[in-house]
C-alpha cells in the first residue's frame, strides 16, 4: 500500500475590506464629551475638526497619519456654549461631516 498524502483543498476566506466611515458621536445631544468613532481601511494621513455654524473651526481632534483600524476621540465641548456644531473627518480622498448638538 502507497502513502496517503493530504491535499489542502480549503479555501482562504478573505474578509471583505473595510470602507471608511464616520460615525454619529456618541452621545448625541451631548454635555460636555461626546466619543467620535471613524474606521479606515488603510493607513493614511487623518484630520478630524470640529466646527461651530459659522464655518469657525472650534476643535482640531486629529491631525496625523494613523494605521487601518477603527479609532474612538472624546471631544470635550466645556469651554463652548450650547448649540449646533458639526465635525468632519478627512482621511486621503475621503471627506464626510456630521451634526451633533451640545446642550448644557
Given at each position: 500500500?502507497?502513502?496517503?498524502?493530504?491535499?489542502?483543498?480549503?479555501?482562504?476566506?478573505?474578509?471583505?475590506?473595510?470602507?471608511?466611515?464616520?460615525?454619529?458621536?456618541?452621545?448625541?445631544?451631548?454635555?460636555?464629551?461626546?466619543?467620535?468613532q471613524y474606521v479606515l481601511p488603510e493607513a493614511t494621513?487623518?484630520?478630524?475638526?470640529?466646527?461651530?455654524?459659522?464655518?469657525?473651526?472650534v476643535a482640531t481632534l486629529v491631525n496625523t497619519t494613523?494605521?487601518?483600524?477603527?479609532?474612538?476621540?472624546?471631544?470635550?465641548?466645556?469651554?463652548?456654549?450650547?448649540?449646533?456644531?458639526?465635525?468632519?473627518?478627512?482621511?486621503?480622498?475621503?471627506?464626510?461631516?456630521?451634526?451633533?448638538?451640545?446642550?448644557?
Open positions: 500500500m502507497g502513502t496517503l498524502e493530504l491535499i489542502d483543498t480549503s479555501i482562504d476566506q478573505q474578509e471583505a475590506p473595510i470602507s471608511m466611515k464616520l460615525h454619529q458621536n456618541y452621545p448625541n445631544p451631548f454635555n460636555p464629551v461626546t466619543q467620535i494621513e487623518v484630520r478630524l475638526e470640529v466646527f461651530n455654524l459659522m464655518g469657525q473651526r494613523q494605521a487601518a483600524g477603527t479609532y474612538s476621540e472624546t471631544f470635550d465641548a466645556s469651554s463652548l456654549s450650547s448649540g449646533m456644531y458639526v465635525y468632519r473627518l478627512s482621511a486621503g480622498s475621503f471627506v464626510q461631516t456630521r451634526k451633533m448638538v451640545l446642550v448644557k
